[in-house]
């Protein structure tokens, strides 16, 4: 008379299914990964161009760009919905000439002041907000009819905040010939900036791994 096997896997079962799992963990890690990274770069793609959509609607509705106004900072790089911790700092290899200036160029302020608040002036944040005479108007042809993102505070999916050369936008007072052209940037997977950004060198093109928009070009 047989009797039943007992149930349960033995232990050369157990290591062959081990065996085949790290086999396919292999084979497939790289490509799950690259899937992952290719999703960011996409959503970043998407992303630059929502705030820069953002940021034109701004400059219909109030016939000013995003830079300053009589009671705020002059020309400056202002940081879009990004936490002030996350702005990357670095160049990356072979970056163009002032790349650095994308994360440290200063006088900075937020561009939530003026997409998610109305506080273009030397106020920020919610306290200051739709003041005459310092800040976008509230009534008539040109008024500011924000917000213009549905959230304040907004880094890139690897963590860290986008930036505008917003230095360069039409209007802004800056000596020199140089075309310039407005991106909203991200650093891009390295963290570390490429493209140019200095008033002696045209920004022609998005270089290394940084991701972003153009929004115009200053001739």
Sequence with gaps: MRTKRNAGFTLIEVIVVIAVVAILAAILTPTIAKQIQDSRISRTKNETLVIGAAIADL??????????????PAGHVSRILGDTNTVPVGAG??????ATNWGTLGPQKPMYDYLYYNNPDDDTGENGQNQLHQ??????????NGPYIDHKLLDDPWGRSYVVNARYFPGNTLGGANRHHVYVLSAGP??????PF??????????????????????
Aim: glycine residues 14%.
């Design 59 to 72: 400059h219909k509705d109030t016939g000013w760009w995003p830079y300053t106004n009589t009671n705020g």
């Design 93 to 98: 290899t072979g970056a163009g000439n002032g």
């Design 198 to 219: 200095a008033d002696a060198t045209s920004e022609e093109e998005i270089q290394g791994d940084d991701i972003g928009f153009r929004i115009c070009v200053r001739k």
């Design 135 to 144: 800040d976008y108007p509230t009534t008539g042809e040109f008024k500011w």
């Design 190 to 195: 390295d963290h570390l900036w490429s493209t």
